[in-house]
């Protein structure tokens, strides 16, 4: 059964640091991966997504690496701002079910001005 | 193209009373989901489509709980009767066959706010 975990859970930082967050999956057999951003009270944002070929994707200052066989996705935010505070998620898509995704329960991150 | 689309943004109903929630998937997207989140039991998959057909219900935690596509452009999930553990944000999100990323990745809406009291 595929496993999504996420940590830390939560994380507080200067405005101006440059950051990683950590994704773990259980299974390496998966179609891609996806990174989502949601603020309080809002729906899910897709920020970046990884195909399974794939080793990275860059949009502005985030960055996501993907490495299938250790099962294991991080998120790079650079110069981060206050306007970065959110959670950030994790999902793996498998394969064989059906376009399901596999959440992880998120990292609540916060920068401080 | 305007993204998934929910309707209501918010609803607030009594105990025992039916409550119905709308979903405009993205044109092209051949499956379909339907989310519950709350803090206590964070993101849940509840049911998910695939060409309008059902695929996996496997979440829908009673049989209160029905969802239908009657076509590409339009699912529903129903409660009824309605309990006020059934709070919760329900997101609806639809997304491409693998292989046609070119038309977006899994894309969520803006939720429906479910209160019951």
């Known amino acids: 059964k595929q496993e999504v975990t996420q940590i830390p859970a939560a994380l507080s930082v200067p405005e101006g640091e440059n950051l990683v967050l950590n994704c773990s999956f259980t299974?390496?057999?998966?179609?891609?991966l996806q990174w989502f951003r949601q603020d309080p009270g809002k729906g899910l944002t897709s920020l970046l997504l990884i195909q399974s070929s794939q080793r990275e994707q860059t949009s502005g200052r985030l960055n996501a690496s993907l490495d299938k066989s250790s099962g294991r996705s991080t998120l790079y935010i650079a110069a981060s701002q206050p306007g970065d505070s959110a959670t950030y998620l994790c999902a793996v898509r498998p394969n064989n079910q059906g376009g399901k995704l596999i959440f992880g329960q998120g990292t609540e991150l916060s920068v401080k001005p | 193209d305007a993204g998934v689309i929910q309707s209501p943004r918010h609803e607030v109903t009594e105990m025992g009373q039916e409550v119905t929630l709308r979903c405009k998937p993205i044109s092209g997207h051949d499956y379909l989901f339907w989310y519950r989140q709350t803090m206590m039991r964070g993101l849940e998959l509840l049911i998910y489509?695939?060409?309008?057909?059902?695929?996996?219900d496997s979440g829908m935690p009673e049989d209160r709980f029905s969802a239908k596509m009657p076509n590409a452009s339009f699912s529903t999930l129903k409660i009824q009767p309605s309990e006020p553990r059934d709070s919760a944000v329900y997101f609806c999100?639809?997304?491409?066959?693998?292989?046609?990323?070119?038309?977006?990745?899994?894309?969520f809406g803006s939720g429906t706010r479910l209160t019951v009291v």
């Open positions: 299974d390496s057999a998966i179609y891609n």
């Open positions: 999100a639809s997304s491409p066959h693998p292989g046609q990323e070119d038309l977006g990745g899994y894309t």
């Open positions: 489509f695939n060409n309008n057909v059902p695929i996996d």
